[in-house]
Every structure is written in structure tokens, then in C-alpha cells.
């Protein structure tokens, strides 16, 4: 199967802080990259809709303006939480989607915590 | 959003026995996907459907897609101490890009 990466897998921060995500598909061409965010022993939830050059589709209840995603080319795609809070503290999971594939694949994923 | 019901929630079974688990929805979905996840870890694909009554095996793996469209079901046979970990299934409506999670499956396996 195709190969998404994503980085850092793991993240500390201060309260306050911005942090950055990379999530990459290293084989494969990705139109529409998704991010995801997990709590523990819960399903996935769908943050945001991510399409190579142009803006984010945001799922209901997700602040845009914190949660910001660039997809600047086919094979990256970036989440920065800004201002950062304790609650933000989570697993965020990226993926990749390549129309011909009709399928997802994800990334190992990042724990942020946020201290 | 579109709500998958996955049961059981979780499963303890012992080494070598054989398990299901199942999603339904009331939509229709074009594709099913079952994935698996470890603790800290990101989902892997184990087996993708897109046919109605359409059944593929993955080892010791298999899936179906309901002929309904609306359920889809994985069995895994002869499981070992590696099947540990939450399953998930994904569907998939008409020609748009996202996928739908089911609640997830946490499977126990004791040896």
C-alpha cells in the first residue's frame, strides 16, 4: 500500500505555543489529504478536508482560525494548532487520498501534548 | 455527520478461536474499508471492498460488503496474540472523497 508519513510523532509544548504537523504521502500523488484527531479508546474524528492549492473544508465545530492547514503541493500537507491550550492535547492523525486508490491511508500519527 | 455502528465494542476471546464484528448504517455506502490500529499508532488498511456482496480475504482475514450496501462485516479465523487492537471499519458514500469511521472494535486476544 502507499506510505504517509508524518512529523514529528511526538510533541510537547508550552500553553500558548503554535505547533506544526507534516504529513506527507511519499509515494503517491495526494489530491485531498485529511486530518483526523483521537482521543483515547474513541473512534477517529474528522477535523478538516485538506485539497492540494486550495482552502481547507472544516468539519462543524472545528475552529479554522486554530486549527490551520496548508496543502501548498501533492504531497504535503501541514496542521498548525496556534495558541495552543492543554485541552488541544491529542493524537492527530493524518491521510491521503488518490482518487484512482478509492482509499485511505494514514499516517503513524503525532501525540501533542500541551503542557 | 453519517453515524457507523460497529459492535461488538469489545471482544476478550482466547488464542485461537475465531472472531466477527460487524458495521451498519442506514445509508448507503459504495465502499467499505476495514482498518486496524495499535496503541499509538496510525490506522492500517487491511482490506478494502466495492462491490455489493463482494466477500476478499486477507490471510486469515476476510470482509464482506452487505448486499444491502448499508453493513459490511470482518472475521478473522484462528486469531493469535498479534490480532490485538481496535478494528475499524470506514464507508464511503457516492463519488466523494471522505470516509465515515465506524466506533471501533478493541479486540482482546488471551493466550
Known amino acids: 500500500g502507499a506510505v504517509v508519513s508524518q512529523h514529528p510523532s511526538w510533541v510537547i509544548c508550552k500553553s500558548g505555543t503554535s505547533v506544526k504537523i507534516e504529513c506527507r504521502s511519499l509515494d503517491f500523488q495526494a489530491t485531498t489529504m485529511f486530518w483526523y484527531r483521537q482521543f483515547p479508546k474513541q473512534s477517529l474524528m474528522l477535523m478538516a478536508t485538506?485539497?492540494?492549492?486550495?482552502?481547507?473544508?472544516?468539519e462543524q465545530g472545528v475552529e479554522k482560525d486554530k486549527f490551520l492547514i496548508n496543502h501548498a503541493s501533492l504531497t504535503l500537507s501541514t496542521l498548525t494548532v496556534t495558541s495552543a491550550h492543554p485541552e488541544d492535547s491529542s493524537f492527530y492523525i493524518c491521510?491521503?487520498?488518490?482518487?484512482?486508490?478509492?482509499?485511505?491511508?494514514f499516517g503513524p500519527g503525532t501525540r501533542l501534548t500541551v503542557l | 455527520g453519517q453515524q457507523l455502528n460497529q459492535s461488538p465494542q469489545s471482544m476478550f476471546i482466547q488464542e485461537g478461536e475465531d472472531v466477527s464484528m460487524n458495521c451498519t448504517s442506514s445509508s448507503i455506502f459504495n465502499t467499505w474499508l476495514w482498518y486496524k490500529q495499535d496503541p499509538g499508532e496510525g490506522p492500517v488498511l487491511l482490506i478494502a471492498?466495492?462491490?455489493?456482496?463482494e466477500l476478499t480475504s486477507n490471510g486469515r482475514l476476510t470482509a464482506q460488503f452487505g448486499i444491502t450496501r448499508k453493513d459490511s462485516f470482518l472475521n478473522i479465523s484462528a486469531s493469535i496474540p498479534s490480532d490485538v487492537g481496535i478494528y475499524f471499519c470506514?464507508?464511503?458514500?457516492?463519488?466523494?472523497?471522505?470516509?465515515?469511521f465506524g466506533t471501533g472494535t478493541s479486540l482482546t486476544v488471551i493466550p
Open positions: 471492498l466495492y462491490k455489493a456482496g
Open positions: 491521510s491521503a487520498s488518490e482518487p484512482s486508490y478509492n482509499e485511505q491511508f
Open positions: 470506514a464507508g464511503q458514500l457516492g463519488s466523494g472523497n471522505q470516509f465515515y
Open positions: 485538506s485539497n492540494e492549492g486550495s482552502k481547507a473544508t472544516y
